[in-house]
């Protein structure tokens, strides 16, 4: 995904004057020959992410359309103040990129391990998020984001889907098992290990990369009764939304993702996918139990405790 965010952008840089990128170090090396060409629009701050995200603030001001790219952690944490301020308050947009995603870098420590991100996106105001699957998801992606006119995060990852799913991000149904099933909706490069999961169960998929703004439309049409999402990021981003889009029916929703828990452990990313109960097995195991407690009574009263 990195490498097609490279070649995309670069591409950008000089079908369009008025695309710029700001950088803070990160992949500095892989767009030297783009800082070359146009050394007024590719600028790198150094490290100094809220620097970073403040020039881009200002670049949008005067009428360019920026990228900003670095790390998850560095890029949306180390910098929130600023992308808060700087992009939102002042009313200029700006198309974030990053990669590291949750826990791509997990042998670098903390410091590298982003879940929050999407979350903390989501505090700002009318911004798109695109959480890529595949990387030939990439190239369109990227570039839709920056010919509008509104923020966007692109969030990039080196685990990935076996195929790529073009479209707008809508909901697209993967797995159909029939009217009334329950609906398993995976998001970017999880759908794989989803799939693997429900495999021999009577449980839809479908698939999006795009988590903001949610597909409301589309959830509405696909479920029915229970709902399981499948996030990459942490766990109940999405809840609130989806909740919301079927806040009129009886429904029950179990929210996977990245848990809240620091593991204190660095190992690999497949590690960390199998710690967070991410991988086919963990999903399978979550996803049995659930579907057990809805089939013993969908809308059962909850016990009353004894001596009440």
């Not at 840089?13 to 170090?25: F, I, Q, S």
């Not at 180390?78 to 301020?85: C, G, N, S």
């Not at 190239?139 to 984001?145: I, K």
């Not at 079927?246 to 960390?272: F, N």
Request: charged share 20%.
């Amino acid at each position: 995904m990195r490498n097609r965010f490279v070649e995309t952008t670069t591409a950008l840089l000089a079908e369009d004057p008025r695309t710029a990128l700001v950088l803070a170090d990160i992949s500095a090396d892989a767009f030297d020959p783009a800082a070359y060409r146009h050394p007024d629009r590719v600028l790198n701050v150094g490290i100094r992410e809220q620097l970073m995200v403040g020039v881009a603030g200002g670049l949008a001001l005067t009428g360019l359309r920026p990228i900003v790219h670095s790390y998850a952690p560095f890029l949306v944490e180390r910098a929130y103040e600023q992308l808060k301020l700087d992009l939102d308050h002042q009313g200029a947009s700006a198309v974030l990129v990053s990669i590291g995603a949750s826990y791509d870098r997990a042998e670098s420590g903390r410091t590298h391990l982003s879940p929050a991100d999407v979350s903390l996106i989501d505090t700002l105001h009318g911004w798109t998020v695109h959480v890529p699957g595949h990387p030939d998801e990439v190239p369109a992606l990227l570039r839709d984001a920056v010919a509008a006119d509104s923020s966007a995060y692109l969030r990039l990852s080196t685990l990935h889907n076996a195929r790529a799913y073009g479209g707008d991000g809508a909901l697209r149904m993967v797995r159909d098992a029939g009217p009334g099933a329950p609906l398993l909706v995976a998001v970017g490069p999880v759908l794989d290990a989803a799939l693997a999961a429900v495999a021999d169960l009577g449980v839809s998929v479908a698939y999006t990369h795009r988590p903001r703004p949610w597909d409301t439309a589309g959830l509405r049409a696909l479920a029915g009764e229970a709902v399981i999402l499948v996030e990459p990021y942490l766990a109940g981003t999405s809840a609130r939304v989806v909740s919301a889009a079927l806040a009129d029916r009886p429904h029950r929703l179990l929210a996977l993702g990245v848990g809240r828990g620091d593991l204190r452990r660095y190992g690999s990313a497949e590690d960390h996918t199998r710690w967070h109960g991410l991988d086919a097995g963990g999903l399978r195991r979550s996803v049995t139990g659930f579907l057990d407690h809805t089939a013993a009574g969908f809308l059962a009263p909850a016990p009353v405790p004894a001596g009440r």
